[in-house]
């Protein structure tokens, strides 16, 4: 009967929810053994075990999570800092990502957020000073009053967002009197504002 050590099992718990308050993600065998310094199929048995006894749960897509780092997920929604909203196209390669940091679910909800800081004052009328930081929920549409995100040849800017219907056209209204509305023929939608996080003065 093969033995199992209890101390590697904790080391391997332990492993799991170290990883995940890191990387944000569940860690695979592979990961865990350079982490611990064990080798990985050593490792992969005692996953295997601690599955089969309920101590963790092991998915070849998900990796490796236990009930505290479930619940984590369940709760919290990581957020990419991808810098200013300037001119030039939004992009969320690696390299462009300043940080991550993360938000209750229970207060900004769910789904695939990024995070912008605001430059300029063509939307102070909304409540979004210049350097404030502004939380993006990542989609493709939006209605009509919104404000968003919106990519117009090759040049971003957060406006809200009409539609001119008669004419087929689009209106990037800035919540400034300082400030023409944008008419525009075509768009793309990156996101729309749900939050606004700014600092009291």
């Given amino acids: 009967m093969r033995h199992y050590d209890e101390e590697l099992k904790q080391d391997i718990?332990?492993?799991?929810?170290?990883?995940?308050?890191?990387?944000?993600?569940?860690?695979?065998?592979?990961?865990?053994a350079n982490i611990i310094n064990r080798p990985?199929?050593?490792?992969?048995?005692?996953?295997?075990?601690?599955?089969?006894e309920g101590i963790l749960n092991y998915s070849t897509d998900n990796g490796i999570s236990t009930?505290?780092?479930?619940?984590?997920?369940?709760?919290e929604v990581v957020v990419a800092l991808v810098g200013s909203i300037t001119c030039g196209p939004l992009s969320f390669a690696?390299?462009?990502?300043?940080e991550y940091f993360k938000l209750p679910t229970s207060l900004f909800g769910r789904g695939e957020f990024f995070a912008l800081q605001a430059s300029g004052d063509s939307m102070i009328n909304a409540?979004?000073?210049?350097?404030?930081?502004?939380?993006?929920?990542?989609?493709?549409?939006?209605?009509e009053g919104?404000?968003?995100?919106?990519?117009?040849?090759?040049?971003?800017?957060?406006?809200?967002f009409y539609r001119d219907k008669k004419n087929k056209r689009f209106i990037l209204h800035p919540e400034n009197e300082k400030y023409d509305d944008i008419i525009v023929d075509n768009l793309i939608i990156q996101g729309i504002v749900t939050k606004v996080l700014k600092d009291v003065v």
């Avoid at 990985?40 to 089969?52: D, G, H």
């Avoid at 009930?67 to 709760?75: A, H």
């Avoid at 409540?127 to 209605?143: H, M, P, S, Y």
């Fill in 146 to 160: 919104e404000i968003i995100v919106a990519l117009v040849d090759d040049e971003t800017t957060l406006k809200r």
């Fill in 40 to 52: 990985k199929t050593t490792v992969y048995r005692y996953v295997l075990k601690m599955a089969e």
């Fill in 67 to 75: 009930s505290q780092t479930e619940k984590l997920t369940s709760e």
């Fill in 13 to 32: 718990l332990t492993c799991v929810k170290k990883f995940w308050i890191k990387n944000s993600k569940n860690p695979n065998a592979k990961e865990i």
């Fill in 94 to 98: 690696e390299e462009n990502i300043t």
């Fill in 127 to 143: 409540g979004i000073d210049d350097g404030d930081l502004v939380l993006i929920r990542k989609q493709n549409t939006a209605n």
